[in-house]
């Protein structure tokens, strides 16, 4: 069943990754400065669907802005004591007292630090009602989060076939909100950056409503994509390529990827091969032109291979370009066939980069009127 089929119970703009960092680094920096004139902190919550990257993005922020980074899965809580920690006798005011020992994930370091609580709504009803307090004060029990720890959670979506327990807007409102959507371009530029194998990147590209949001996942596609790198020639291993694409993804998929093996579509050109070609009109232009220009153009792969080499450029800002490579690019981005508006946004995303190199295509005269018509 397609999560397309089910009344998805989610809060918070629906965004894309960038879209996503963005917003939890603007909530960070409210909340540091709230801690600092002694204000309380608001939690944030992103929601999505399973494997579209929600933990991955909180890590990867962390790691990348000097966070201290701690996980918690509230899922495997068992007892309460798992939450709050286990009671101990102390002294207080020569008064002996019951306290609590905090667990083991609780931090004890100052920070700047982000624990995540990952699939919150998977826990039971009982520990969401005991991790209330910790949203609303940060602290449980006898203890407290240190200086500068933010907490950030996820969660799935409620209202389908999701096995979540339903939190109420008591609960809801302790949180900020926002839901990650599945961007296929913003896909493709973190999997091209990660070395994710090309013809996976391909296929996504070409068909990115194979991404169903059951068995064929972001997460799913990466790990299909990592078990076949090795094999060089797909065609000639097709039985193995099932198998694993069986092991990993949906049937729908499966047929489809052993459809673009069958009809050589995983061997669409690389940006490489486009940059550095020695002869751009038979070796790309031709090319291109017989593998597009079939009963019906297929804008599709024109739109896979573009994306590709738009990417590529992005990701290598710092690294300078060829006199050839420049002329070869010009020389795509003015091919006849390329639809307007994929011309536009090419030439838009590249005058936009970083790479004065890159940027100088808007001095071309054909190319400049893109971005003042939206057209050549």
């Given at each position: 069943m397609s999560q397309h089929t089910h009344n998805y119970i989610q809060y918070g703009t629906p965004c894309n990754a960038e879209e996503v960092i963005q917003f939890l680094a603007h909530t960070l920096n409210v909340n540091t400065k709230a801690e600092a004139t002694g204000r309380l902190k608001t939690p944030l919550c992103i929601w999505g669907t399973h494997g579209i990257g929600k933990t991955q993005i909180v890590e990867h922020y962390a790691k990348?802005?000097?966070y201290a980074f701690r996980y918690i899965a509230p899922a495997q809580f068992e007892e309460m004591g798992d939450l709050i920690g286990m009671p101990k006798i102390k002294e207080v005011h020569n008064t002996e007292v019951t306290a609590f020992v905090p667990p083991e994930w609780v931090p004890t370091e100052n920070g700047p630090g982000i624990l995540l609580i990952d699939d919150v709504n998977r826990a039971d009803d009982r520990i969401l009602r005991g991790i209330m307090q910790l949203l609303q004060n940060y602290e449980l029990a006898s203890w407290k989060m240190p200086p500068q720890w933010h907490i950030v959670l996820t969660a799935n979506p409620d209202g389908g076939d999701y096995s979540v327990t339903p939190m109420?807007?008591?609960f809801v409102t302790r949180m900020m909100h926002i839901t990650l959507k599945f961007d296929v371009k913003q896909w493709a530029l973190w999997a091209e950056k990660n070395e994710v194998d090309a013809r996976g990147i391909n296929f996504v590209l070409t068909y990115p409503e194979i991404v169903s949001g059951e068995r064929t996942t972001p997460r799913t596609l990466v790990q299909f994509c990592e078990h076949i790198?090795?094999?060089?020639?797909?065609?000639k291993q097709i039985s193995l390529v099932k198998m694993l694409a069986?092991?990993?993804?949906?049937?729908?998929?499966?047929?489809?990827?052993?459809a673009f093996v069958n009809n050589q579509l995983n061997q669409l050109l690389s940006p490489e091969q486009i940059l550095y070609s020695k002869n751009f009109d038979k070796e790309v232009l031709e090319h291109l032109q017989t593998l597009t220009n079939q009963d019906t153009q297929r804008v599709d792969i024109l739109s896979t291979i573009t994306t590709r080499l738009v990417n590529h450029l992005l990701l290598n800002e710092q690294k300078k370009i060829a006199t050839t490579a420049l002329e070869n690019l010009k020389k795509y981005l003015k091919m006849s066939f390329l639809p307007n508006d994929m011309r536009f946004l090419a030439v838009r995303d590249l005058v936009n980069s970083n790479n004065s190199a890159v940027q100088n295509i808007a001095t071309d005269p054909e190319l400049s009127k893109v971005l003042l018509s939206g057209a050549i």
């Open positions: 990348q802005n000097g109420d807007f008591a790198q090795p094999i060089s020639d797909l065609a069986d092991a990993c993804l949906d049937s729908a998929t499966v047929t489809a990827f052993l």
